[in-house]
């Protein structure tokens, strides 16, 4: 097997096996989970390159069980062309592409499941597709592109254009599991530029990307 592309330790991970049905940490390799056990079953598949994340103790539990559902608003935003798997910008555009042919005179174009990161160094523009659409409300598209960007993903860009990356790690996660609060920093170069805090670790890392833009500003 090959060495884990990341390992998540010190988890409370319901694995819904019954044979088995908790577990610490999760193995992943080659996007796909490729392990679930203990911390120290998980470290022995790890090396040097593999991505350790200490959950401290937060729940994990498998993305397709989810404990609730929204029907209709998950309905309504699928619909049009699927860009789960484009992951390049060539790859958006010609799946634009198909919906537009597949479109009559006037509907709109429509896409769902978009990585930002195909965007790269070109930017989050709409003119980055409109092409592909025959500059079909172009000026929606952009709207559209650019009112749903997060905190982290400005961020992303921002360092990119002078070759930097960032990184987040847990600083602290604390109270009992229905009330956790979390503590997470953006880390630039050994450095944390920004530190923030949620209910979730993903609502911490927002804050965290916040701050950290705030402080690149200012420089």
């Given at each position: 097997?090959?060495?884990?592309?990341?390992?998540?330790?010190?988890?409370?991970?319901?694995?819904?096996?019954?044979?088995?049905?908790?577990?610490?940490?999760?193995?992943?390799?080659?996007?796909?989970?490729?392990?679930?056990?203990s911390d120290a079953e998980v470290r022995e598949?790890?090396?040097?390159?593999?991505?350790?994340?200490?959950?401290?103790?937060?729940?994990?539990?498998?993305?397709?069980?989810?404990?609730?559902?929204?029907?209709?608003?998950?309905?309504?935003?699928?619909?049009?062309?699927?860009?789960?798997?484009?992951?390049?910008?060539?790859?958006?555009?010609?799946?634009?592409?198909?919906?537009?042919?597949?479109?009559?005179?006037?509907?709109?174009v429509l896409g769902w499941g978009l990585d930002?990161?195909?965007?790269?160094?070109?930017?989050?523009?709409?003119?980055?597709?409109?092409?592909?659409?025959?500059?079909?409300?172009?000026?929606?598209?952009?709207?559209?592109?650019?009112?749903?960007?997060?905190?982290?993903?400005?961020?992303?860009?921002?360092?990119?254009?002078?070759?930097?990356?960032?990184?987040?790690?847990?600083?602290?996660?604390?109270?009992?599991?229905?009330?956790?609060?979390?503590?997470?920093?953006?880390?630039?170069?050994?450095?944390?530029?920004?530190?923030?805090?949620?209910?979730?670790?993903?609502?911490?890392?927002?804050?965290?990307?916040?701050?950290?833009?705030?402080?690149?500003?200012?420089?």
């Amino acid at each position: 097997m090959r060495a884990l592309d990341l390992a998540l330790l010190g988890g409370r991970v319901r694995t819904l096996d019954p044979d088995r049905p908790s577990a610490t940490a999760v193995g992943v390799a080659g996007g796909a989970i490729v392990a679930v056990g203990s911390d120290a079953e998980v470290r022995e598949l790890a090396d040097g390159s593999t991505e350790i994340v200490d959950l401290a103790g937060a729940a994990v539990t498998p993305g397709i069980t989810d404990s609730h559902i929204h029907p209709f608003l998950g309905a309504d935003g699928s619909r049009g062309a699927d860009l789960l798997d484009a992951h390049t910008l060539e790859e958006v555009r010609a799946a634009m592409a198909e919906e537009r042919a597949r479109c009559a005179p006037g509907q709109w174009v429509l896409g769902w499941g978009l990585d930002y990161n195909v965007f790269g160094d070109e930017g989050i523009s709409g003119s980055a597709i409109e092409d592909a659409v025959v500059n079909a409300f172009a000026a929606r598209i952009e709207y559209a592109l650019n009112t749903h960007v997060d905190h982290k993903t400005e961020l992303q860009e921002a360092l990119a254009r002078s070759g930097r990356q960032v990184s987040y790690a847990v600083l602290s996660a604390e109270g009992p599991a229905h009330e956790r609060r979390f503590t997470c920093a953006a880390v630039v170069g050994g450095v944390e530029l920004g530190v923030g805090e949620g209910q979730s670790k993903k609502a911490a890392e927002q804050e965290a990307a916040r701050e950290a833009l705030a402080k690149l500003a200012a420089e």
